[in-house]
């Protein structure tokens, strides 16, 4: 069985700032993806950023960056450079066979 | 392209009742997969098809069923209606199922009130 916890419920930043999401996972998988999705008011939940279990190289799309430590069964997101636009509630996720397992979430707040 | 798609957006139903939500995936997507997301909690897994066969079962009452039709668009009906069915019902879609390599794309849910 999978779990996944995210341990901060709400993390607040200013605009042009950096702010880390934590996130820790259980899985007995030895083969397996992890997700960052973003939700916004709008509803639709968007992939931000995937990271696959055996590359150990950390995933980097635009001003998001995680920090993958796999013995530690950590997955972390970096925003850098925070914008109005980034704010939502993140959710980590970890995939097993098509099976995504979502931690409760963190709801990102920017300030001006 | 179009993205996933749901209908109806919004929904009211009262205790007992009968219920059946549509998804329509990405063009080329072969995998569906339902998703309900209760107020302040993440999203909890449902069901995945793949090639119209049913590839996982969630931890969810037999009220809940589903299926996907041949050009891949898929159904979720739940029976029976209950307070605590109450929630956020998303679709996901992805090229093939049982594989993060191919990440799921989510359509914009459609939010069920139980009354």
């Known amino acids: 069985a999978q779990t996944v916890t995210q341990s901060q419920p709400e993390m607040s930043v200013q605009e042009a700032e950096t702010v880390t999401l934590s996130c820790t996972y259980d899985?007995?998988?030895?083969?397996?993806?992890l997700f960052w999705y973003k939700q916004p008011p709008s509803r639709q939940m968007i992939l931000v950023i995937r990271q696959e279990a055996y590359k150990q190289q950390n995933a980097t799309e635009n001003r998001f960056s995680v920090n993958f430590q796999k013995a530690a069964k950590s997955f972390s997101l970096k925003i850098s450079d925070s914008q109005l636009g980034d704010a939502a509630m993140y959710f980590c996720?970890?995939?097993?066979?098509?099976?995504?397992?979502f931690g409760a979430g963190t709801q990102v707040v920017v300030t001006p | 392209d179009a993205g996933v798609t749901q209908s109806p957006t919004h929904l009211i139903k009262t205790r007992g009742q009968h219920v059946t939500l549509r998804c329509s995936p990405i063009s080329g997507h072969k995998s569906v997969s339902w998703y309900q997301q209760v107020l302040g909690q993440g999203p909890q897994f449902i069901f995945q098809y793949y090639e119209k066969e049913e590839r996982g079962r969630g931890n969810f009452p037999d009220r809940f069923s589903a299926r996907q039709f041949p050009n891949y668009s898929s159904e979720l009906n739940v029976n029976a209606l209950l307070l605590g069915d109450s929630a956020l019902y998303l679709c996901a879609s992805s090229l093939v199922g049982g594989s993060g390599n191919q990440p799921q794309h989510f359509g914009d849910g459609t939010r069920l009130s139980i009354l």
């Open positions: 899985t007995s998988e030895s083969d397996y993806y």
């Open positions: 996720a970890s995939d097993s066979w098509g099976k995504l397992q």
